[in-house]
């Protein structure tokens, strides 16, 4: 009987150790996918759209530009359209409502139409701040 026990806890503890080794290697798996997924990883897809639609809807505010981390250029881009909005009571700032505008417009449908990997080179790892 005492054989028949030892065979028994051999077993059991082979099968523990195999199942703890695939439970860390799907773990380390789950953990390598959520850290590409959030940092915009090698594929940048989600940083990718983001950028692009909040461009082209809120281009003028220079909020694709923070997703980004291009702070200095987004605080430009806002900056030109606060100064356009209240100089437009002065007519001098409708001259210059409609340029960040336009500038996130067509950031937004360069970063839309990019693979994810020439986005990520470019914006990402090459750190392209305009166009």
Known sequence: MSEENKDFGDKAEESANEFSEGAKKTANEFTAGAKEAFSGGPGGENKKVLAGILAILLGSLGVHKFILGYQKEGFILL???????????LAIGLLFIWIPS???????IIYLTKSDEEFYNTYQVGRKPWF
Request: hydrophobic share 60%; net charge negative; aromatic share 6%.
């Open 79 to 89: 900056g030109i359209s606060i100064a356009a909005w209240v100089l437009s009571c």
């Open 102 to 108: 336009v500038i996130g417009l067509i950031e937004g």
